[in-house]
């Protein structure tokens, strides 16, 4: 019988019978308990919430598995020197995929204009294609290649961009810093699903936002930091960004005096693009643990240099 | 050298290059003109705006070939009887998916009540997964079926009916007066895509209205009369219908003083869902005439008696 600390108690509500069953499902002996002696604890579940710091007397812990696929809260924990797993979870990357390409097709459809028609305009105007309307996806983790690939399933020229090279079929993979100042190049979307790292803030800035097509939209369902947040407004002042649906913030929730908030050319979804659903990272978790205890590499697990 | 009569005089603007230029590609020498005397005509382009009523003189004429999927304004014209095709165009495809899973996610994600937020008001309530969204899409045609298969590649659990039966991978397919009963029980996105015919008017109606999941979508880009209109109102008064986004309408543009115009709980656009680019129409048009020259049989000709 192994213990299971779950360690996020504003969520033990969610998980406190999906958890123990996913477990008994994936054949684990297990209790999954709120508390429990550090020396006894063979698995902490972890989110960002968890009041837990110190990972120091958790002697035996074999895994920390977070609930969270950001994991930026906890990578620089200079306690936590048992191994450290993001959630890459089916539902979550489903969610994220429909949020993107929802919000995409929003813009590349103008569909705004006709939910905010006080005048009741008939203007029959069609918009161009998808295969006209280039796209970028900035980050090629789990999340943005899945996205990257839906958007090219519906027929947009979808280039992608990350640190290190990537293949993605049907999508043009560029890399570097040569890389990002071409990919975002007469872009007309933009997604940011970076990864938190030193190396990301503020990728979106001054200098790259001038690079896309002129009016082009900003889709951040990534991480508030990814973009100077200054920059952002400059350039929609000036209409060189057309738009900004955001869904991250560095202050979340997103503070009522935020200049975003009242922007006619920013959308605010209050980070609701990717969200956990506990059935299926319960899963995800019994499959990590099941992996663990059969002497099998776990899943997902962060590079603490590279931070995700 | 063979004769083609454009008979549709708005949109030669947008023709009188592409057309020409897609013949000689196909290597049908032909000349294309906007006026010849009937007997000597052997195609005839048309579109619903053409003063062209009588095709009697046309003696010779082998094919008319409609810019137009709908034909609902040409089938009934007894002095045809020349073969009639539908323009079934690939872009005219691509646009009406666009504008479908457009407006299903924005519905399916509830980002209306993003871009219109003027308390600022953060309630991070995420919509289910698409998997759990139900959708029907009533017609599986080349329009429907594509839209069809581009939501359930999306994750939406897909019903397609139509009036005979069909197969289409990855959605249940259903037909017939009990199979259109089935398709919209419990239904929370329904498409209406059906060709217009005297057996499809009112297709959506008081009774068929009340068959799906209370609060339900529907969309419309496919022909106004496919809808009972006050049947609909009604329905969105008792919220049995939630919300209605309508591309087409019994009279079009849309006249100011309907009631959809001002209804909180329906969106006009403007008969922008699917639109014939003239390129790929071209393409499509001298590929029939190089088939009918080579006496091969048409494609998309058009049933009389069916209507489409």
Request: with cysteine; hydrophobic share 45%; glycine share 8%.
């Amino acid at each position: 019988m192994i213990t299971v600390l779950f360690a996020a108690p504003d969520l033990w509500g969610e998980y406190s019978d999906v958890l123990p069953k996913a477990l008994s499902d994936a054949g684990i002996a297990a209790q999954v308990v709120q508390d429990a002696a550090p020396e006894t604890v063979d698995y902490i579940i972890y989110a960002p919430s968890a009041p837990l710091q110190d990972f120091t007397p958790f002697t035996r812990t074999k895994a920390v598995l977070s609930l969270w696929a950001g994991v930026e809260r906890i990578v620089g924990n200079d306690t936590l020197t048992q191994p450290l797993c993001r959630m890459v979870d089916p539902s979550l990357t489903e969610s994220m995929v429909e949020w993107v390409v929802g919000h995409a097709l929003r813009h590349h459809l103008g569909i705004d204009a006709h939910i905010v028609n006080p005048g009741h305009v008939w203007n029959p105007v069609v918009p161009p294609l998808a295969r006209n309307r280039p796209v970028t996806v900035l980050g090629l983790g789990a999340l943005g290649t899945a996205c990257a690939q839906a958007l090219a399933g519906l027929n947009f020229p979808v280039t992608g961009w990350s640190r290190t090279q990537k293949s993605v079929s049907g999508v043009k993979c560029l890399s570097g810093e040569d890389g990002l100042r071409q990919a975002l190049t007469g872009a007309q979307i933009v997604v940011t699903l970076l990864p938190r790292t030193p190396g990301t803030e503020n990728t979106l800035n001054a200098d790259t936002l001038a690079l896309t097509a002129r009016g082009a939209v900003i889709l951040n369902p990534g991480r508030g930091p990814l973009i100077d947040d200054a920059a952002l407004l400059d350039a929609l002042e000036t209409g060189q960004i057309g738009h900004a649906t955001l869904d991250v913030f560095r202050v979340e929730p997103l503070p009522q005096d935020h200049a975003f908030w009242a922007h006619r050319c920013v959308t605010v979804t209050p980070h609701i693009a990717a969200d956990t659903r506990a059935s299926s990272a319960s899963g995800v978790i019994a499959e990590n643990i099941r992996r663990a205890e059969a002497g099998q590499p776990l899943l997902h697990r962060v590079d603490r240099v590279l931070g995700y």
